[in-house]
């Protein structure tokens, strides 16, 4: 499949604040960044304030001060940041390639003919090449889940943000997507940002990991994990030390 975005974009956070109206500060001054072309795992103690940031780059969030930029800027106003919920959340009368049809009909300019044939390469890509009729109820949760990564990455977004997006599918499938992740993140050359629980899953998929500890990055830990990243990577005394490492990150307060 051909992609036509040449690069990613870096996301900075300069010196940002969220105060919500009660007086939470989920967001406490963040200085950060996240590297073009990168996988950036965000992790942290419930209510520290992750998808909080999450929604202040997707602009789904106006900080009180500060701001988030991407470097380079985005070329057009829509469709170059992509966001994944835990909920794949399809629209229910609307069939596999339908739902991933609806950001192009939003935002781009082709015809009709060539945005069916883009989202059917899509989900082609996410391995649903046979099962772009069905309606969301004929899908399993990883099916799902499939989809709306398609629908996504239909307008060859810069930046994926994800917020847990595995989070409620069982342990085969969470593998499965998370190489399929890997496999998207190479083919879309993208910069992606997620959130998750789950230490293992931090350690496999990402560059970096941000851990957030009440509304600020406590600390940024590059990951030295060889890659590939796949399974037997798992099994090996390397990754079982560095789980550790993330795991007493959460623990002590730095
Ligand atoms: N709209 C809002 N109004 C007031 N407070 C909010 C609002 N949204 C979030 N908060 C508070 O801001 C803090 C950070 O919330 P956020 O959802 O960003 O945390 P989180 O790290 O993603 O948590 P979790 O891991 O449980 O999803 C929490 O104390 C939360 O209660």
Redesign the pocket.
């Known amino acids: 499949m051909t992609v036509l975005s040449s690069h990613a974009s870096a996301i900075r956070c300069d010196n940002v604040t969220v105060e919500?109206?009660?007086g939470?500060r989920?967001v406490d001054r963040i200085d950060a960044e996240f590297p073009a072309g990168k996988i950036t795992s965000l992790i942290?103690?419930?209510?520290?304030?992750?998808?909080?940031?999450l929604r202040l780059i997707a602009g789904l969030q106006r900080p009180t001060s500060g701001g988030v930029r991407l470097d380079p800027p985005a070329a057009q106003p829509a469709g170059e940041v992509a966001f994944v919920f835990q909920q794949p959340s399809l629209l229910p009368w609307r069939d596999a390639l339908g739902n991933v049809l609806l950001p192009l009909e939003l935002v781009s300019r082709d015809t009709g003919a060539q945005q069916r044939e883009r989202a059917a390469a899509v989900l082609q890509t996410v391995g649903l090449g046979d099962a772009m009729g069905r309606m969301p109820h004929e899908l399993s949760g990883g099916m799902k889940m499939r989809v709306s990564l398609a629908r996504a990455l239909v307008t060859e977004p810069r930046v994926l943000l994800m917020d847990e997006p595995f989070a409620a599918l069982d342990d085969m499938l969470r593998n499965a997507l998370g190489q399929l992740l890997l496999q998207l993140w190479s083919d879309f050359s993208l910069t992606v940002v997620m959130?998750t629980?789950n230490i293992a899953e931090s350690c496999l998929l990402s560059h970096q990991i941000q851990v957030?500890q009440q509304g600020s990055i406590a600390q940024m830990i590059e990951n030295p994990l060889p890659w590939p990243r796949n399974a037997a990577l798992r099994r090996t005394a390397e990754f079982g030390m560095f789980y550790g490492v993330i795991s007493d990150s959460l623990r002590e307060p730095s």
């Open positions: 919500f109206d009660d939470t989920a942290g103690p419930s209510g520290c304030g992750k998808t909080t940031l959130v629980h957030m």
